[in-house]
């Protein structure tokens, strides 16, 4: 099955932890996206890579960090920088030049 | 000012109902217009897009677009149980950067 995977579902964490969550996707899609959804907000872009080594930043970027070392992996660190990083992240992909993303499950993020 | 205005509802409407789900916007550079579909709990999935203005159609729903007054809406005809879920706009200057809207709820009522 092609599709888009985050990993965990659920996440807990104490305050001034780091923590990083997991996209992995088997599409072939050049771009990748990470979101931060909040009730009553939409999403909130964090940062995008249009290609393998190269990201950049979305409109909140700050306290959280990138990589994309594999087209099919672009894993998100929220750091302890972060000031408020309960939410729910979405990671996406979608072929370059395409008005078209595809979205994962998400990623609930609870800081205790 | 957002970039793009969604009214987050609630909506409730009775089944069979016609649904009117609308986003404006502020950047007239915006020519790509796309509608999510978001269940609780999971990831947005494409429902429809359309490419500058006019309507487009796919079964029970209608997506229409007014670039002169930078306003999108989605129509769902004969509104079922089913479609219970947040309703996403996302518009897009050039294929590079994605604007959603804050979400519309939607709960039909069997």
């Known amino acids: 099955d092609g599709g888009i995977t985050q990993s965990p579902k659920y996440l807990f964490r104490k305050e001034g932890q780091n923590v990083t969550l997991s996209c992995e996707q088997n599409l072939n899609h050049d771009a990748m996206y990470w979101y931060r959804q909040d009730p009553g907000q939409g999403l909130r872009l964090i940062y995008y890579s249009q290609i393998v080594n190269d990201f950049q930043k979305g409109d909140i970027a700050e306290g959280y960090s990138v990589s994309r070392e594999k087209k099919e992996s672009f894993p998100l660190t929220v750091t302890s920088a972060q000031k408020n990083p309960t939410a729910f992240y979405l990671c996406?992909?979608?072929?370059?030049?395409?008005?078209?993303?595809?979205f994962g499950p998400g990623t609930r993020l609870t800081v205790l | 000012q957002k970039e793009v205005e969604q009214d987050p509802g609630p909506l409730s409407v009775p089944e069979g109902a016609i649904v009117s789900l609308n986003c404006t916007y502020s950047?007239?550079?915006?020519?790509?217009f796309m509608w999510y579909r978001q269940y609780s709990r999971k990831g947005p999935e494409l429902l429809m897009y359309t490419y500058s203005s006019g309507n487009k159609e796919d079964g029970r729903f209608t997506a229409q677009v007014d670039k002169s007054s930078k306003y999108i809406s989605l129509f769902i005809r004969d509104s079922q149980p089913s479609d219970s879920a947040t309703y996403l706009c996302?518009?897009?200057?050039?294929?590079?950067?994605?604007?959603f809207g804050s979400g519309t709820k939607l709960n039909v009522k069997p």
């Open positions: 996406a992909s979608s072929i370059s030049g395409s008005n078209e993303q595809f």
């Open positions: 950047n007239s550079a915006f020519q790509y």
């Open positions: 996302a518009m897009m200057p050039n294929f590079n950067k994605f604007y």
